[in-house]
């Protein structure tokens, strides 16, 4: 790998099927960069314990998100790929920016607050969340961030923590920055209004590992309208057709909807063609990985080895510099 190279970091949590929000929003933006970026690639177990959830499952999501990336077409020879709680140096760069981080920056956080209104008195592990974000990327001294527009209040805590530590302590660690300029929204089936989510119910999801019919049945029940406009759910539409089919496919197909020559049954059949055809090398390749868990272990063993040296690194420069050491 070329050190030179900028370092980019990003997150997936465990929290079941990858769905292909998931997917076009996270994964494959991380694997078209992979020969710009010095990529580091992290399953974000500790951040998903934040939430209910069943241990014996979690093992099993882990794992299944970890083969999703590869088979999403991460390449562990240009990335390095590893779970978070395998380098414990997370978890201790998370406590010392913790002492220089107000209270009053965590709870005015979107995040803590709809926790706050759904379970009324959330764990601190909510209020925490993020600077436990920002210890993920600066443990790195990541300076690329490829995350969404619901993370920007995470990634400006990120860098106000970066610049006061540098401040304080001396100069050392980067300046994170969102690389996704215009984030691709991919929004509920069922509810267009609200960005997919597992949480909304497997109507509003189309996973990874949907077989075509249920791919199908998703598609052509989908939210849009009764005339043929520019709905939330059409957008939404529109938005997958162009991220899945020829490019040509989607100039046709909108070409037809400013005409109002088009019926969304139409639009539905060809985005669900696309869709099937989409999905279908990354399950391939998945059930192949299934059968090879020891190419997986080593993958995640090769690149927990390389985090930990890089994170033992920073915490020592860090502590040093803190007046620990």
Known sequence: MNNKKQRLFTGIQPTGSLHIGNYLGAILPAVNRQDEYDSFLCVVDLHSITKPYEPKDLRDQIKGVVLDYIAGGIDPD??????????????????????????????????YKEFK?????????????????????????????????????????????????????????????????????????????????????????????????????????????????????????FTLLEQVAPKDTYNHMYEKFENK??????????????????VKPIQEKRAELENNLDYIASILAEGSERARKIASETIEEVKQKMGLM
């Open 78 to 111: 240009k990335s390095t790929l590893f779970i978070q709680s395998h380098v414990p140096q997370h978890c201790e760069l998370m406590w010392l920016l913790n002492t220089i981080t107000p209270v009053g920056e965590l709870q005015r956080m979107i995040q």
């Open 117 to 237: 209104e759904r379970f009324k008195e959330p764990q601190g592990g909510i209020l925490n969340y993020p600077i436990l974000m920002a210890a993920d990327v600066l443990l790195y001294k990541g300076e690329a961030v490829p995350v969404g527009d619901d993370q920007t209040q995470h990634i400006e805590l990120m860098r106000d923590l970066a610049k006061k530590f540098n401040r304080m302590f001396g100069d050392t660690f980067p300046i994170p920055k969102n690389t996704i300029q215009n984030p691709l929204r991919i929004m509920s089936m069922h509810d267009p209004d609200k960005k997919m989510s597992k949480s909304l119910g497997p109507k509003s999801y189309i996973a990874i590992s949907d077989n075509p019919d249920t791919i199908r049945k998703k598609i052509m029940s989908a939210v849009t309208g009764t005339d043929i406009a520019m709905t939330a759910g059409t957008k939404n539409l």
């Open 261 to 278: 020559d088009l019926q969304y049954s139409e639009l539905k059949a060809v985005l669900a063609d696309y869709m099937v055809e989409f």
